[in-house]
């Protein structure tokens, strides 16, 4: 090895060509990105805004009128057909894109319409347009809390106030926004699973030498929990189904039974998914029971409250009849964009032992991303916590984008903070015992209703706000009663006047002597899902006549 001098000495010699930088133009001789208008970027901004807010609420009031359609059908080919889809070399401009945008409010379902039940969500709240329009303006990404501080403490703050009101420990819980309850469940799941197989992170499957974890949910489950476990590498074949009771709620001792049945046959549980609002019949499981058996076994208890969870935080607890046992669960979800009216997408996911446990079973400290800065001496204030407190139950960092298995973030947490601040509390509890108070009434009304053109059958009682039940044309048997739903439901969604939709479910007959009885599904009713606030008892009058209606023109003309 030469001298360090002739080195010095040598390198001194070599011709030097041009920099790769000389050719680039120097930055002052470039000029800002032209507008399509003389105006500045907030002068557009205000000009655009002020028209958004003429189209918008003008969208709003055709939904409130009674001549008005949720959607107007058509096919795909359709709408290709009649939307100008072309992306122009050129921009079309203001006028132009205000025509492009009544085409899309022209052809879209209109969630603000009273008919729109069709699904678990419903039109946002007007102030939840606003938090929407704000987390577009601010455009912060919530990975660091450089690119998104005050975001990034909102999302603390609501997650703890969230952890507090579910009987979580308010000393170590925490929770972070995902896009959608399927990702909360997910990433539940995923965590889970690292910290019973500590080896998986980074060495896969390969490295647990035979082990076959499982995962346990109801029949009645959501489905992500499946698409999770396919994710995860565990398998469809290793997530058990567990049985429900006539009520639709998972069987506690059948959960018991086919935990000690997998083990039994080698497996490994280590996860199971209780579900707080089912998403067909709106059901509870009895989590208390669940976490008992959790405990007894060392599984990790997921609680999918997606749906159902803000009847619990914000309703009356002895409606339902349900509360979450304190201390006893592993995580929850959380869906704000449901049944509180905060704009798709917002989920919550609440860990019970802070963002430690899935910053430590997801994360890979990034150092081009994530300088493990605590700023703790920050001191700021964090529901009544000092930021040291609020840091720890992040897990260490208020870089919580590592807890995560993506990077980007939306400050989804904006949304239901604005809405939160400018409603209270009190309209979040008078909207979820509303909600309630309507399914019952519709329930009541299939009881009691009297009709020439056939037969009212209501399934079972709401144990939320899901309304199932039966419509019965004269001459219509028990075998075609599930195609019968169908078809005039799609009948009804093919005017556009009301969405709706249908479903079915499988329940179990008990069997003597049997820990698992015999499985047997229900033929297909009509699944009502009381969320959309312009909904009243009119409402609930003209569905019902509606479907009369139809069945009448389907079987009797």
Not at 164 to 174: G, R, S, V
Not at 212 to 225: A, D, K, L, N
Not at 267 to 282: E, I, Y
Request: glycine share 8%.
């Amino acid at each position: 090895m030469p001298p360090v001098q002739d080195a010095e000495k040598a390198s001194s010699t070599v011709t030097k060509g041009p920099s790769p930088l000389s050719s680039l133009p120097s930055l002052s001789s470039l000029s800002p990105l032209s507008p399509l208008s003389s105006e500045s970027q907030a002068e557009e901004l205000r000009a655009l805004l002020s028209e958004a807010a003429n189209v918008f609420a003008g969208y709003v009031d055709e939904a409130a009128r009674d001549s008005s359609d949720v959607i107007k059908n058509a096919s795909p080919q359709q709408l290709l057909a009649a939307l100008d889809l072309r992306l122009p070399e050129d921009g079309v401009g203001r006028d132009g894109i205000w025509n492009d945008i009544h085409s899309i409010c022209d052809s879209a379902a209109n969630t603000w319409n009273k008919g729109f039940l069709f699904k678990l969500f419903a039109s946002p709240t007007p102030i939840g347009v606003v938090g929407e329009g704000l987390t577009a303006l601010l455009n912060n990404n919530s990975h660091v809390y450089e690119s998104s501080p005050t975001a990034t403490v909102l999302e603390a703050t609501l997650g703890s106030k969230l952890a507090e009101m579910a009987n979580f420990p308010t000393d170590t819980a925490a929770g972070l926004t995902f896009p959608g309850g399927s990702y909360s469940n997910m990433h539940a799941l995923m965590t889970a699973r690292n910290q019973r197989f500590c080896e998986l992170k980074t060495g896969g499957f390969a490295a647990l030498a035979g082990v076959r974890p499982v995962v346990f949910t109801s029949h009645h489950g959501h489905y992500s929990i499946d698409k999770s476990a396919v994710a995860a590498g565990i398998g469809l074949d290793n997530v058990i189904k567990v049985p429900t009771d006539a009520n639709g709620r998972m069987d506690p001792q059948a959960l018991r039974h086919l935990v000690a049945q997998s083990i039994a046959a080698g497996a490994t549980p280590f996860f199971v998914n209780a579900t707080a609002g089912t998403t067909v019949l709106g059901a509870f499981d009895p989590v208390a029971e669940i976490a008992d058996i959790c405990e007894e076994f060392s599984m990790w208890l997921h609680v999918d409250g997606s749906w159902g969870a803000p009847l619990v935080l914000f309703g009356d607890r002895e409606a339902t009849g349900f509360e979450f046992p304190a201390g006893k669960i592993n995580s929850l979800t959380v869906n704000p964009h449901k049944l509180m009216g905060v704009p798709l997408q917002c989920s919550f996911l609440i860990m019970r032992d802070g963002l430690g446990t899935m910053k430590e079973s997801l994360g890979l400290n990034a150092s081009y991303l994530f300088h493990q800065q605590t700023h703790a001496d920050d001191m700021l204030s964090v529901g009544g916590d000092p930021a040291s407190a609020a840091c720890a139950r992040l897990g260490g960092s208020w870089d919580v984008g590592d807890a995560t298995m993506g990077c980007g973030r939306r400050p989804d947490a904006i949304k239901l903070w604005v809405s939160w601040r400018y409603y209270g509390t009190k309209y979040f509890h008078d909207r979820v015992v509303r909600a309630r108070q309507l399914a019952l009434d519709l329930a009541s009304m299939v009881e009691t209703r009297q009709t020439a053109e056939g037969q009212w059958r209501l399934f079972t009682r709401p144990q939320s706000n899901c309304v199932c039940f039966w419509f019965v044309p004269h001459g219509i048997g028990e075998e075609d009663l599930g195609e019968v739903t169908k078809a005039i439901c799609h009948h009804i969604n093919k005017a556009g006047k009301i969405l709706i939709d249908y479903a079915t479910v499988d329940l179990y007959k008990p069997l003597p002597g049997q820990a698992i009885g015999e499985r047997y599904q229900i033929p297909t009713f009509f699944r009502i899902p009381l969320n959309n606030p312009a909904v009243d008892t009119s409402t609930l009058e003209q569905i019902l006549s509606i479907i009369e209606g139809a069945s009448v023109e389907l079987y009797h003309q």
